[in-house]
């Protein structure tokens, strides 16, 4: 079946580590993009990519980084400026032509 | 710039009655989309409804209603014989243009409580 696949469920950092977070879509999707959710709030973007080998900032970008050599795979890395401690990071897709838009399950990253 | 608004922190309401979650937006935009999801405590986002900004019908999903009224920007879900497992965050959002991204902003959320 065709979806999104989000890994690992579950992540621990320590502090100024750096980690990579993944996502993976096999729906042929032109478009990916990477929110985080911080406990109790709605979601904010962190990065978007409308095609291949390029991608765009969204709200919170500081501290995370991205790249887009493949159109199936969309890698969110958290870098060790990110302070922020707990959240939940949701990656979704969808195509240019219509309003599909298929969310991961996500990741849960926790500071340790 | 665009944003959403749900201004219901959490709601209760008891099981097989029906229940109104709000939701208001702010654009310039001529077309846009607006979407609801649910959010069990498991963290996955599942696509309600849609409704875009064109659409004269208000769409409906199944026991999910949205309530579209352009004129006052406001796009209220209703779902109607609540269900025990309708207990989760409910989240609005809207979808900016393509050439604008495409991206989806997202309000604070609604914590529903269904009651037995």
């Known amino acids: 079946d065709g979806g999104i696949t989000q890994s690992p469920k579950y992540l621990f950092r320590k502090e100024g580590q750096n980690v990579t977070l993944s996502c993976e879509q096999n729906?042929?999707?032109?478009?990916m993009y990477w929110y985080r959710q911080d406990p109790g709030q709605g979601l904010r973007l962190i990065y978007y990519s409308q095609i291949v080998n390029d991608f765009q900032k969204g709200d919170i970008a500081e501290g995370y980084s991205v790249s887009r050599e493949k159109k199936e795979s969309f890698p969110l890395t958290v870098t060790s400026a990110q302070k922020n401690p707990t959240a939940f990071f949701l990656c979704d897709c969808r195509s240019g032509i219509n309003y599909g838009y298929t969310f991961g399950s996500g990741t849960r990253l926790t500071v340790v | 710039a665009q944003k959403i608004t749900q201004t219901q922190p959490g709601m209760f309401v008891q099981e097989k009655e029906a229940v109104t979650l709000d939701c208001t937006y702010d654009?310039?935009?001529?077309?846009?989309?607006l979407f609801w999801y649910k959010q069990p405590s498991s963290g996955e986002m599942i696509f309600l409804i849609y409704?875009?900004?064109?659409?004269?019908q208000n769409a409906t999903e199944g026991r999910y209603s949205l309530n579209f009224q352009k004129a006052r920007k406001s796009a209220n879900l209703v779902i109607s014989a609540s269900q025990l497992g309708d207990s989760a965050m409910y989240f609005c959002a809207m979808r900016e243009g393509w050439s604008q991204g495409g991206k989806l902003i997202f309000g604070q959320g609604t914590e529903l409580s269904v009651k037995p």
């Open positions: 654009t310039s935009d001529q077309s846009y989309g």
């Open positions: 409704q875009g900004s064109y659409d004269e």
């Open positions: 729906l042929n999707h032109d478009a």
